[in-house]
């Protein structure tokens, strides 16, 4: 159920797929400059937020697939398995490790973002989906 106007509707269309793009953009160029899975988290979840806007809470949730609370809890797991590689090769704590496809500062970026993403949509959803009745 379209819940915005006729732009925001066509705006939407048009950005949530261009801000998913350039949120990984983001997230992957966040290595070597500025930027990573913090922002990245960011732009993700203003692109599901604006989704809300138009389409409303139960299609966002659809779109996802995930409750943005699990992404929450994906995320501190990475995170934590970004740390453990170090440790077990009995380095300092959070020492970035290098692998051939895969890097230890790549799994924290990603953790980050998926705990962003979750954040940010738990608050927004669940601020929309208030009973209207309450007021």
Sequence with gaps: MKTGTLILSVAARMLVP??????IFLLLRGHNEPGGG???GLVVAGA???????YGPAATRRLLRVDPRDCI???????????LPAWL????F?????WPVLNTPLIFDVGVYLVVL???????????EVDKDDY
């Design 89 to 92: 090769a009995g380095e300092a």
């Design 48 to 54: 599901f937020a604006l989704h809300q806007f138009v």
């Design 18 to 23: 261009l801000q998913v793009l350039f949120s």
């Design 118 to 128: 979750g954040s940010v949509l738990t608050a927004v959803i669940t601020l929309t």
């Design 38 to 40: 913090f922002i990245a």
């Design 94 to 98: 959070m020492t970035a490790q290098w």
């Design 73 to 83: 809890g994906f995320g501190l797991v990475l995170g934590v398995v970004s740390a």
